[in-house]
């Protein structure tokens, strides 16, 4: 375990109805990835939207992750179409994970963005969707396979190629590898400052980076959390992820002793 100041990871919670009840909640495979493997603190983050003080919130936290969500990105975000009737949208995450993606950017704490993350993050800075990747003309059916068990529904569904000198292709330790596909949503035009660094045999964007961001800032749309200790993507990612924010704690810490929990 490192001796730095244990980083404090934010974690954006969807609202979910259980039983008739809404509950804030997030997914297991993200907070243990957090917890196990980028060795950092989880702390789920009510999505509560404009409640938040966005700065405070910045100066508390020493990186984001953004996960995925069977809910779409609402498309007048993006001023796109609307969406057909039935599709499932969260607008209070909507609300919360987008001002918050452009002021971690903005003040260089670390972010991670996966599945419906990436998608937040692509919006927030100004890019567009496709809903229906499936319909689009050349386009393979990223959707989870229906009705499968865990292991297969997160197994290798098809390849991508990663740009070479990527931090994608660092971190993988090749151009080339299989992933998997769980996703209906995915980008059209890449947001401001997105590089794209890996793509589907289709075209389809898998991995973007922000260009010139001040700290680690990486979306991906695949989920490389499922089972991360087994998949040597997975842990170099969430060990990439942790060691920079344990970075920023530490640099906080030096600036604001009192304020931090080591």
């Not at 909640?25 to 907070?31: E, F, L, P, T, V």
């Amino acid at each position: 375990m490192s001796s730095a100041p244990h980083p404090l990871v934010g974690v954006p919670a969807c609202v979910k109805t259980i039983e008739t009840h809404p509950f804030h909640a997030a997914g297991h495979k993200y907070i243990t990835a957090i917890a196990f493997g980028a060795d950092a603190q989880p702390v789920i983050i009510p999505a509560l939207g404009a409640h938040y003080d966005i700065p405070l919130m910045i100066e508390r936290f020493d990186g984001f992750l953004v996960t995925g969500s069977p809910s779409n990105v609402e498309p007048h975000r993006y001023a796109g179409p609307p969406s057909r009737e039935g599709t499932l949208h969260d607008r209070d995450r909507d609300e919360t994970t987008l001002p918050l993606i452009r002021a971690a950017i903005d003040a260089g704490v670390p972010l991670l963005a996966i599945c419906r993350g990436i998608q937040e993050l692509n919006v927030a800075l100004g890019g567009t969707l496709h809903q229906n990747l499936h319909e689009v003309p050349d386009r393979l059916d990223h959707r989870a396979p229906e009705g499968q068990p865990h292991d297969i529904m997160y197994g290798p569904a098809h390849a991508i190629e990663m740009a070479p000198g990527g931090m994608t292709a660092e971190l993988a330790g090749t151009t080339e590898m299989d992933v998997n596909s769980l996703h209906s949503q995915g980008i059209d035009r890449p947001g401001e400052g997105l590089v794209i660094e890996a793509t589907a045999p289709d075209g389809t964007v898998e991995a973007v980076r922000v260009d010139q961001a001040r700290a680690f800032a990486l979306g991906i749309q695949w989920h490389p959390e499922f089972k991360f200790q087994d998949n040597a993507f997975g842990r170099a990612l969430f060990g990439a992820f942790g060691d920079a924010c344990r970075a920023h704690a530490t640099a906080s810490h030096d600036k604001h002793p009192v304020h931090r929990v080591a």
